[in-house]
């Protein structure tokens, strides 16, 4: 047994533990009152958000009659209304869904909660895949060609992790969507992030009259087998030709995304703010994701232009592109990746420099 | 040595003695059941009663089997996360699938312990397993049981994915700060107050733990009369067996092949870990005691119980450090009180189960917190830190445990210590005075370039005429040695002086006494 330190030096010890302890307590005390006061507050909705749940006739109210369903089928179907609380975090939902990074909002740590620290990089966000803040709607309110709907995903009550063989409820499912999309560490299952956006979710499935049973074209994503292609194997070359032709023009000659005055038009498929190696939606680790993804919502507007074939080779390419490493990786991995990233492509454009005096080299990175 | 003869060495206790014996086997059930419920929920991702099966059948087993007055097994902490980190990849914890396959983890953990102990200078390697090493992964394991424990601690609930990375654990510390369960947290807090506080004085420290969850089990109870469970959603522990023995099969499905092959890893690190703590603390305790009770009497006892426990539903078990130390506290004088211990907890948990059953989860997590700080000793780290080499073996052991998990510490460490061997080996003290070189270390291919440039430069010093070699320090030479000495005797200039057998003495005087060159002879015969 380990003799005991002198008297006065154990009290000063254990005063300063204790005072640690105390404060620590005082700061948790504090910051849960800070959430309280937001929870409290209106919200400031985004432009896109503000026109969706003004066209879906969000408001509090003993009873909730969607308006798309009435003018679909004419006929009103009530259902339970929602209190100011709902509101607000409905409202909130659809904020983090079109607005992940906060780049819209007065004050993005706070409006978020902090939903940057979940994902990597400054563009990710949930409308890049969840397209149309969730629902791929026109504004007249036309859906449109794509997948991964949140209101299908809802009423989509059998969802089993295609790995571990659980059955994920909706909450599991968006930790699932920190993980294979940005990566990194996710948000705890009992966030307000992780809340507004089951509340969202859950308001659009009611306003979109989606019933549980059912099943509906944009539920999930189609996944794209080899199996499914002309079965030539994935082109790597045809998938960087395709990609220069069909998808440079948003996504940057590199992949590197196209950001405009601080906001990101569109997101990056490569680089630092990509998403990881790691990610189901890395070809490597899940071929099939990517690609079905791609034949599914994109190019945008031209929707189902591209076949399975293409989707795979595209996706393959864009997979082999540098991107950060995954979390599990391990650091080694990261700073190869970082290396890649960073350091290679100013190497190269030197070097092209020296080969190519004169050429205006280097494109756009 | 044969390790079965020990099995049956008992050192029956005095009459008088006997009391005292049984008094220390209920003071260690009572300490080691907190500690056994602790470490299976909060830190292996398993129900309870692995903990306690382990605290029963587990120190009776290795009691049965260890002829050591002072040991007592059970579940250990370093243990009990390495399964918690080796399995939440594989599958969801407290799930059948997890329990499978960390019966498998441990059966496998057994069976490689059974391999180190057939295969004698296997045993023999733990012992290079140097004390930087170890302290550095045990402290790094310390800080992350700290870490791990703050989702249990606030009442959050425990993300299925493996949260291992520092960088990560900040993460759940922001959480625990912003949407922690405040009914929780207090619970916690006065769990880990209660226990600190307690622990300050001599008298109580053995108490510390239980005396803090009674006080947080308290709270929770008085939390729940007055609340109600549904309104502060506090976890409880239960889930307590009741039955003696609780029979079990590893899993070996062919299609969980591919898993049970990734947790070989763990499983090598399971083993390693367990018999280096049980060789290291019968190491201290022989130190203590005066009873010499070779390791492999340790190695045998923990190898063959592991290979059981996976049967019957319990923890590996290995040597605890802190309940070998009140065991010598209380003078322990027979395996008695080892064994009286298991009975105890077992009745204990067979008449009191129930009050173990609402023990909540947060006071558990607190205790996690304290085992995980106190397993940071800090002036072992100082000690580690006066040296500088040794300073970089712990530093890097224990950055290792963060940056490539436990197997990755054990291979880093063990490489680190073994390269600083061979680095202090290699580094032989040569020093010139005048015209004589002293050579202090070994003298072997590796070291012979350090040597050969001082004597390079000696030899072709002009204002050296005779120079004179000493290398009576030497403790080693190899064939290359001998060979470069044999070189460095045809240089004239050179004169080979090795004083302890006395050869400069009769160098000087010019003949050899007889006598003497006969007790030379009996020397080396002697030795």
Redesign the interface.
């Known amino acids: 047994?380990?003799p005991?330190a002198p008297a006065w030096r154990?009290a000063v010890r254990?005063a300063l533990?204790?005072g640690v302890?105390l404060a620590?307590?005082a700061?948790?005390?504090a910051?849960?009152d800070e959430?309280e006061r937001i929870r409290e507050q209106p919200v400031t909705l985004t432009p896109g958000c503000s026109d969706k749940l003004a066209r879906y006739g969000l408001a509090a109210g003993a009873t909730y009659v969607s308006p798309y369903a009435l003018a679909r089928t004419g006929q009103a179907i009530v259902r339970q209304g929602y209190s100011e609380e709902d509101v607000r975090a409905i409202q909130r939902g659809c904020n983090i869904i079109d607005d992940l990074q906060g780049q819209l909002a007065a004050d993005p740590a706070r409006e978020r909660w902090?939903a940057t620290?979940?994902v990597r990089g400054t563009h990710t966000s949930c409308d890049h895949c969840h397209q149309g803040i969730g629902d791929k709607q026109t504004a007249a309110g036309v859906p449109q060609t794509g997948s991964l709907s949140l209101a299908g995903s809802w009423v989509m009550a059998d969802m089993y992790d295609q790995f571990?063989g659980?059955l994920l409820p909706y909450e599991?499912r968006q930790?699932q969507c920190y993980?294979n999309s940005s990566n990194?560490?996710?948000?705890?299952?009992?966030?307000?992030l992780i809340r507004d956006v089951t509340a969202y979710g859950r308001f659009l499935a009611a306003a979109l009259d989606l019933r549980f049973g059912n099943r509906y074209p944009e539920q999930g994503i189609d996944e794209i087998t080899a199996s499914q292609t002309d079965k030539r194997g994935d082109d790597y070359v045809r998938g960087g030709a395709l990609f220069r032709e069909k998808c440079a023009r948003c996504h940057g000659p590199q992949g590197l995304g196209t950001v405009v005055d601080g906001k990101v038009l569109f997101p990056a498929v490569a680089g630092p703010n990509a998403f990881n190696l790691q990610s189901r939606n890395n070809f490597s680790f899940v071929s099939t994701i990517l690609p079905g993804f791609i034949c599914r919502n994109m190019p945008l507007g031209e929707e189902g232009s591209l076949s399975n074939q293409d989707c795979r080779d595209i996706a393959f390419y864009v997979s082999n592109l540098p991107r950060p490493a995954g979390?599990?990786q391990?650091?080694l991995a990261a700073l190869w990746q970082q290396l890649m990233m960073r350091v290679m492509p100013p190497l190269i454009r030197t070097i092209e420099s020296w080969q190519r005096p004169g050429e205006a080299v280097g494109n756009g990175a | 040595m044969n390790v079965k003869s020990g099995v049956f060495e008992w050192a029956l206790p005095r009459v008088g003695a006997l009391g005292n014996e049984l008094l220390i086997g209920l003071t260690l059930a009572i300490v080691v059941l907190p500690q056994a419920i602790a470490f299976s929920t909060t830190l292996a991702g398993l129900p309870s009663y692995f903990g306690l099966y382990s605290a029963i059948w587990g120190v009776l087993f290795t009691a049965l089997l260890n002829p050591s007055r002072v040991f007592h097994g059970g579940p250990n902490s370093t243990l009990s996360a390495v399964v918690g980190v080796t399995l939440l990849p594989v599958a969801p914890q407290f799930g059948p699938d997890y329990i499978g396959y960390a019966l498998t983890l441990f059966l496998l953990a057994g069976l490689i312990q059974l391999v180190i102990l057939a295969v004698r200078p296997l045993g023999r390697m733990l012992d290079f397993v140097s004390e930087p090493v170890a302290n550095g992964m045990i402290c790094g394991i310390g800080l992350y049981m700290i870490f791990k424990s703050f989702p249990a601690f606030a009442g959050l609930p425990i993300n299925t994915q493996v949260e291992w990375r520092l960088w990560i654990a900040w993460q759940s510390f922001l959480a625990v700060l912003e949407i922690g369960n405040l009914h929780a947290i207090h619970i916690g807090l006065i769990t880990l107050l209660v226990t600190v506080v307690t622990r300050q004085f001599a008298a109580l420290r053995n108490w510390a733990i239980l005396l803090g969850i009674v006080a947080g089990t308290l709270y929770s109870e008085y939390l729940s009369a007055r609340l109600g469970l549904g309104e502060t959603l506090i976890e409880q522990t239960a889930n307590v067996s009741t039955g003696f023995v609780y029979p079990s099969l590893p899993l070996f499905a062919q299609e969980a092949m591919p898993d049970i092959i990734s947790i070989i890893p763990g499983a090598v690190t399971l083993a390693l870990l367990g018999l280096f703590q049980t060789v290291a603390a019968m190491r201290r305790m022989n130190r203590r005691s005066g009873q010499f009770v070779d390791a492999r009497h340790g190695i045998f006892a923990d190898a063959l119980s592991n290979c059981v426990l996976p049967f019957i539903s319990a923890l590996p078990t290995c040597a605890s450090f802190n309940r070998m130390s009140l065991m010598h506290a209380m003078n322990t004088g027979s395996r008695l009180a080892a064994v009286s211990s298991a009975l105890f907890l077992l009745a204990l948990v067979s008449f009191f189960g129930e009050f173990i059953a609402i023990i909540p989860v947060p006071a558990m997590a607190a205790i996690i917190m304290v085992v995980g700080a106190n397993m940071i000793d800090w002036s072992d780290i100082r000690a580690h830190f006066q040296h500088r080499p040794e300073a970089i073996v712990f530093s890097a052991s224990f950055l290792s445990v963060h940056l490539f998990g436990l197997f990755g510490a054990v291979i880093c460490g063990s490489l680190l210590a073994l390269a600083y061997a061979k680095w202090e080996k290699a580094h032989p003290n040569v020093s010139l005075e005048h015209n004589v070189l002293r050579i202090r270390g070994n003298i072997y291919y590796g070291s012979l370039p350090v040597i050969e440039s001082l004597y390079h430069r000696a030899s072709t010093d002009a204002r050296i005429d005779e120079l004179v070699v000493d290398f009576s320090a030497v403790h080693h030479i190899d064939p290359e040695g001998i060979r470069w000495l044999a070189e460095v005797g045809r240089n004239g200039k050179v004169r080979l002086i090795d004083r302890r057998s006395g050869q400069d003495r009769r160098a000087v005087s010019g003949e050899s006494p007889p006598d003497r060159k006969r007790r030379d002879r009996r020397r080396r015969r002697t030795l």
């Open positions: 047994m380990k005991l154990k254990l533990l204790v302890l620590l307590y700061l948790a005390l910051k849960h959430r902090n620290r979940f571990t659980i599991l930790m993980i990194g560490f996710k948000p705890n299952i009992a966030d307000d979390d599990k391990g650091p």
